[in-house]
């Protein structure tokens, strides 16, 4: 919905439907965003602004679990590179604004940007990055998504589905993996040494009402 001054004591709101589009330059985008820090704002290659509500309280949950367990990865792997939340947006080099719902991004890119191009949001694709479908998502703007980060730079992603249990696994160079209710993900070379447990994103309980170690 767009709010339009009609007059000095007038607002009129404009509902705008799905098949029209609203575009933004990066300039209006950062403004846009800073007027409103509750919503997640994204735009595409092309300037069409995206309008992301407040996640529930599930969706909420999950993205919890996954940015604590790669905080902890990174805390104990000495801190390597910079390591992101959902809250954190990402200029990439075709020009859009995505903000992945965790990622990170090695010390030797980072410190290669300059202080400009560092800015309110930084003009990089990290190097791996994690998207989560939430029940009110459609599976395939999220698989085109996955698909603009790997081809803007991204090593490793992750598509997680907790409606079905699914995972897939974009790489450069390789056919996607899809994997039907795995118990972990590795980050492989991407990210040495890295799982992520599934059981504990999900908020499983094992027997005795304990989450898997």
Not at 71 to 83: I, V
Not at 174 to 195: C, H, K, Y
Request: charged share 25%.
């Amino acid at each position: 919905m767009v709010q339009t001054p009609a007059c000095e004591n007038q607002i009129l709101h404009l509902n705008l439907p799905s098949s029209i589009g609203l575009y933004v330059t990066q300039e209006q985008f950062a403004l846009l965003s800073a007027a409103n820090r509750d919503l997640k704002l994204e735009r595409t290659a092309r300037g069409e602004l995206i309008v992301n509500p407040p996640t529930g309280w599930e969706t909420g949950g999950y993205n919890w679990n996954i940015s604590g367990e790669l905080y902890l990865w990174w805390r104990n792997s000495g801190e390597s590179g910079l390591a992101f939340d959902s809250s954190t947006g990402f200029i990439l080099p075709n020009g859009a604004t995505r903000s992945p719902d965790a990622s990170w991004i090695s010390q030797e890119r980072w410190d290669g940007l300059s202080s400009e191009e560092k800015g309110t949001f930084a003009n990089i694709c990290p190097d791996f990055v994690v998207e989560l479908r939430s029940s009110s998502d459609r599976i395939e703007p999220l698989q085109e998504k996955m698909r603009e980060y790997i081809d803007n730079g991204a090593k490793l992603g992750w598509l997680l589905d907790p409606q079905q249990r699914r995972v897939e696994i974009y790489r450069q160079g390789l056919a996607v993996e899809v994997l039907d209710n795995p118990e972990s993900l590795f980050g492989e070379e991407v990210l040495p040494g890295f799982v992520l447990n599934l059981r504990r994103v999900w908020g499983e309980k094992w027997e005795g009402g304990h989450c898997p170690p």
